[in-house]
């Protein structure tokens, strides 16, 4: 079995970790780029010591890129604004709502 590009990875895992992010904004407070930073060393955390370092590497790799699209919306996105939006809507809507505005922004880059 070979390992996905980092890339699918990421398209692959979104939607997980963008909820993953929004629930620690609203339990936590904290800013959304700093929560992307806690749930990646967090799922990080939870590696297997064995595990190889080719699949670390891609592992972490993954994650970074994870952080960095999760980041770049956190200037648009203070942490009162989600907790107002998880007032009217549920975590999952939100989550959604920005996971769409990722995708539309890879698809961009790419």
């Known amino acids: 079995?070979?390992?996905?590009?980092?890339?699918?990875e990421v398209e692959r895992c979104l939607s997980s970790f963008v909820r993953l992010c929004v629930n620690r904004v609203i339990r936590t407070g904290e800013?959304?780029?700093?929560?992307?930073?806690?749930?990646?060393s967090a799922l990080h955390a939870k590696l297997p010591p064995a595990t190889s370092a080719a699949l670390r590497?891609?592992?972490?790799?993954?994650?970074?890129q994870l952080v960095e699209l999760v980041s770049?919306?956190?200037?648009?996105?203070?942490?009162?604004?989600l907790r107002d939006f998880a007032e009217r809507a549920s975590e999952v809507q939100i989550a959604?709502?920005?996971e769409r505005s990722l995708r539309s922004a890879i698809r961009t880059e790419a």
């Not at 079995?1 to 890339?7: E, F, I, P, W």
């Not at 590497?57 to 970074?64: D, G, I």
């Open 1 to 8: 079995m070979t390992m996905q590009s980092v890339a699918t």
């Open 31 to 40: 800013a959304l780029d700093k929560s992307a930073i806690m749930v990646a």
């Open 57 to 64: 590497t891609h592992f972490e790799a993954s994650l970074a």
């Open 72 to 81: 770049a919306l956190a200037v648009r996105l203070p942490p009162q604004v």
């Open 96 to 98: 959604a709502t920005l």
